[in-house]
């Protein structure tokens, strides 16, 4: 069973940094793709940035490229987001979410069935 625990949300003034964590485990495949999601008060769930371990690809939304960076830690078995030059509109909760084995949906969250709990970012003076 896959699990996966996010750490790191929290208030940030604009133009600040914040490092989001999901830590996984339970994988029964090699291949997957893991990544991050948002979710604001009223608006649907967008993919934000994710990474595929077939081939160590990495995928952003157009909103925060240049912005966002995703990463692994393959001993820690943990995914981080690094966030830099945050603005008011980045506020919403963050999931990490997972598929095993791949998707050609990489940016839709129907094709996810692992998620984490969520985490708040709050962007704001």
């Known amino acids: 069973q896959v699990q996966l625990v996010e750490s790191g949300g929290g208030l940030v003034q604009p133009g600040g940094s914040l490092r989001l964590s999901c830590a996984a485990s339970g994988f029964t495949s090699r291949y997957y793709i893991i990544g991050w999601f948002r979710q604001a008060p009223g608006k649907e769930r967008e993919g934000v940035s994710f990474f595929s371990s077939s081939d160590g690809s990495t995928y952003y939304a157009d909103s925060v490229k240049g912005r966002f960076t995703i990463s692994r830690d393959n001993a820690k078995n943990t995914v981080y987001l690094q966030m830099n030059s945050l603005k008011p509109e980045d506020t919403a909760v963050y999931y990490c979410?997972?598929?095993?084995?791949?998707?050609?949906?990489?940016?839709?969250?129907?094709?996810?069935?692992?998620w984490g709990q969520g985490t708040q970012v709050t962007v704001s003076s």
């Open positions: 979410a997972a598929v095993l084995y791949g998707s050609s949906k990489i940016f839709s969250p129907l094709e996810y069935d692992n």
